[in-house]
T-cell receptor
């Protein structure tokens, strides 16, 4: 069956460190993979999109990698700040018209 | 430049009542998607609509749930005869084109439905 797996346990890190979140998928062949941020009581907010032929994408302190052989994407936040604390969702092709989301990983950055 | 607007933010219904959730997409967006999020669960796709058309309703329960996106006005997600299991956060998203997999979705703040 198709699965998108993200760490269910919260990731706790100290301010200034690099946070690395993992998204693994099974039985998908996505052409694109997206990352979103969700704060409590709010809708997800788009962060980055990476294509299958791109190994890495960067935006300010964010970096995403996409390994179609390992079926994995890594999401990095460098020089993390308490304001980065949120749940991060990965999403990919779920069908011809749908974006399928993982359950997300909560990131907690302590001062 | 308003984002995706959903209302109400919170909706309380008793079992058996009807719930109507509204979503106005971003200006210039003609594609609307509804997702449901349960506690400890991911966002689950329900339905994808364009103006006056349902494009994909593969994630929608077969009974009691319906959605529309009329030519004028917001998109409506309607749940008839609500049950406690319908309690969840319902999110609407929009995009300018109907290719959600290779462009970003803009989400509203959601409607939290509570069924007593």
């Amino acid at each position: 069956s198709q699965k998108i797996e993200q760490n269910s346990e919260a990731l706790n890190i100290q301010e200034g460190k690099t946070a690395t979140l993992t998204c693994n998928y099974t039985n998908y062949s996505p052409a694109y993979l997206q990352w979103y941020r969700q704060d409590p009581g709010r809708g997800p907010v788009f962060l980055l999109l990476i294509r299958e032929n791109e190994k890495e994408k960067r935006k300010e302190r964010l970096k995403v990698t996409f390994d179609t052989t390992l079926k994995q994407s890594l999401f990095h936040i460098t020089a993390s700040q308490p304001a980065d604390s949120a749940t991060y969702l990965c999403a990919l092709d779920g069908g011809y018209s749908t974006l399928t989301f993982g359950k997300g990983t909560m990131l907690l950055v302590s001062p | 430049n308003a984002g995706v607007m959903q209302n109400p933010r919170h909706l309380v219904r008793r079992r058996g009542q009807e719930a109507r959730l509204r979503c106005s997409p971003m200006k210039g967006h003609s594609h609307v998607y509804w997702y449901r999020q349960l506690p400890e669960e991911g966002l689950k796709f329900m339905v994808y609509l364009q103006k006056e058309n349902i494009i994909d309703e593969s994630g929608m329960p077969k009974e009691r749930f319906s959605a529309e996106f009329p030519k004028e006005g917001p998109s409506i997600l309607r749940i008839q005869q609500v049950v406690r299991g319908d309690s969840a956060a319902y999110f609407c998203a929009s995009s300018p084109r109907g290719t959600p997999t290779n462009e970003k979705l803009f989400f509203g703040s959601g409607t939290q439905l509570s069924v007593l």
